[in-house]
C-alpha cells in the first residue's frame, strides 16, 4: 500500500483517524482532540519514511512541541499560507520553566501601574487647584501609561500562568498598533510638559494666557492625531506580507519586527518606515526637550539667589525624572537589540517588556512623591485621623 510520504515535522494523529484515513490525510492533533475527526485520542507520531510507517507514543515533553507545531503546519502536503488566523507567542525563550515567578514582579510592577495612575487621574479630577495645564497632561501621561501597561500585561500573564499562546491575527495588529502609537503618543505628551516648564519659568506671567484650556487640548489632540497617523501604516503594510515560514512569535507580545520577520516577503518597506517613524517621533521630540530644557536652566542660573534657583529647579525636578525613566531603558533596549548580537534572546524580550512597563510604574510615584500639592492630597485623610 503506497503512503504519501511524512513532511519531516511529523504530526500526531488520534488512533481513529489513524486507522481510518492513514498517514494520507495528515492529520493534526490538537491539546484536547485530533483537529481533523474531532476525536479525543492517544497521542501517536509518525516516523519513517515512503511506505514504511510506524507508530510511537509520545512524552508529556514532546506533546508540548508538537501543539506548537500543529499550529504552523496545515497538513503533510501543504505548509504554506498566506493569512493566518492565529499567532502562537513563545513567551520567553530559555525561560519557560520559570514563567510563573517573572510573572510576580510583572503583577507587581501592574498594580502599582494601574493603582498609582488612576489615583493620578481622581486627585486631579476632585481637587479644583489642580485644574491648569501641569496636571492636565499628567493626566494624559497617565492615561496612556494605562493603555500601554493593558495592552501588554494581560496577554502575557495568560502565557505564564495558563499557556494560553494563541492570539488572532487581527488582535496580534491590533495590539502592535496600540504599543506603537501610544509610544509615540507618550513621547508628545512628554514634549507638551516640557512646553509647560519652559513657559512655567522663561515667561511665567503670560503663562495663564498662552496655556489656556482650549490650547492645552489643542496641544494633546495634535500629539493624539501624529502618533495615531504616523504608525498607522505600519501594521496595515504587515497585514498585506504573506506569511509562509511559521507563525510562532519568540516574544510575549506583538512585537513589530518580530512579526513581519515571519513573512516571507521583501519587508524593507516595513522596516525602513518604522525605523523612520521612530527617529522622526523619539529623535524630533528629545531634540524639542532639550532646547526647552536648556532655556530653562540658562533661565534657571539666571536667577540672584541659591534659594530662588533650587526652588525653581524644583518646580520642573519631577518631569526630568519622568524624561529619564521613560528614554533611558528605550535606548538601552535599542542599542542592546540592534548591536548586541552577543545578548541571550531572553534578555532583549525581557528589556523590551520592562521599558515599556517600567515608566508607567514610575511616573504616579515620582509625582506623588515630587509633587507637594498631590502628596498634600494623597496624606490628606491620614493628618486628619491624626489631628
Request: proline share 5%; with cysteine; charged share 10%.
Amino acid at each position: 500500500m503506497m503512503h504519501t510520504p511524512v513532511s519531516a515535522l511529523s504530526v500526531g494523529c488520534c488512533c481513529r483517524c489513524r486507522s481510518e484515513r492513514g498517514v494520507r490525510n495528515g492529520c493534526l492533533w490538537g491539546i484536547s482532540s485530533c483537529l481533523s475527526c474531532d476525536h479525543h485520542p492517544r497521542p501517536w507520531t509518525h516516523t519513517g519514511s515512503q511506505g514504511n510507517v510506524r507508530y510511537m507514543q509520545e512524552t508529556p515533553l514532546s506533546l508540548s512541541v508538537r501543539h506548537l507545531l500543529s499550529y504552523s503546519m496545515s497538513d503533510s502536503n501543504s505548509t504554506d499560507f498566506t493569512n493566518p488566523s492565529t499567532f502562537i507567542l513563545l513567551g520567553i525563550p530559555g525561560l519557560e520553566a520559570a514563567h510563573v515567578w517573572i510573572s510576580i514582579p510583572f503583577c507587581v510592577i501592574y498594580a502599582i501601574a494601574t493603582l498609582g495612575n488612576f489615583t493620578i487621574l481622581f486627585i486631579v479630577k476632585t481637587e479644583l487647584s489642580l485644574h491648569g495645564p501641569m496636571y492636565y497632561f499628567l493626566c494624559m501621561l497617565a492615561v496612556t501609561d494605562l493603555v500601554l501597561s493593558t495592552s501588554i500585561l494581560p496577554k502575557m500573564l495568560s502565557i505564564f500562568w495558563f499557556n494560553s499562546r494563541e492570539i488572532n491575527f487581527s488582535a496580534c495588529l491590533t495590539q502592535m498598533y496600540f504599543i506603537l502609537s501610544f509610544t509615540a503618543i507618550q513621547s508628545g505628551v512628554l514634549v507638551a510638559m516640557a512646553l509647560d516648564r519652559y513657559v512655567a519659568i522663561c515667561d511665567p506671567l503670560r503663562h495663564s494666557t498662552i496655556l489656556t484650556n482650549p490650547m492645552v487640548a489643542k496641544i494633546g489632540l495634535a500629539m493624539v492625531l501624529r502618533g495615531a497617523m504616523l504608525v498607522l501604516p505600519i501594521p496595515l503594510l504587515a497585514r498585506r506580507w504573506p506569511y509562509c515560514r511559521t507563525n510562532i512569535i519568540s516574544h510575549t507580545y506583538c512585537e513589530h519586527i518580530a512579526v513581519v520577520k515571519l513573512a516571507c516577503a521583501d519587508i524593507s518597506v516595513s522596516s525602513y518606515y518604522s525605523l523612520s517613524v521612530a527617529f522622526f517621533v523619539i529623535g524630533q521630540d528629545v531634540v524639542f526637550i532639550a532646547m526647552s530644557y536648556t532655556q530653562i536652566l540658562r533661565a534657571i542660573f539666571s536667577l540672584p539667589t541659591k534659594d530662588a534657583r533650587l526652588k525653581t529647579f524644583g518646580t520642573c525636578g519631577s518631569h526630568l525624572c519622568v524624561i529619564l525613566s521613560s528614554y533611558i531603558p528605550a535606548l538601552f533596549s535599542f542599542l542592546t537589540h540592534r548591536f548586541g548580537h552577543n545578548v541571550p534572546q531572553h534578555l532583549h524580550i525581557l528589556m523590551a517588556n520592562m521599558y515599556l512597563l517600567v515608566p508607567p510604574m514610575l511616573n504616579p510615584i515620582i509625582y506623588g512623591v515630587r509633587t507637594q500639592q498631590i502628596r498634600d492630597r494623597l496624606l490628606q485623610p491620614f493628618t486628619h485621623k491624626g489631628t
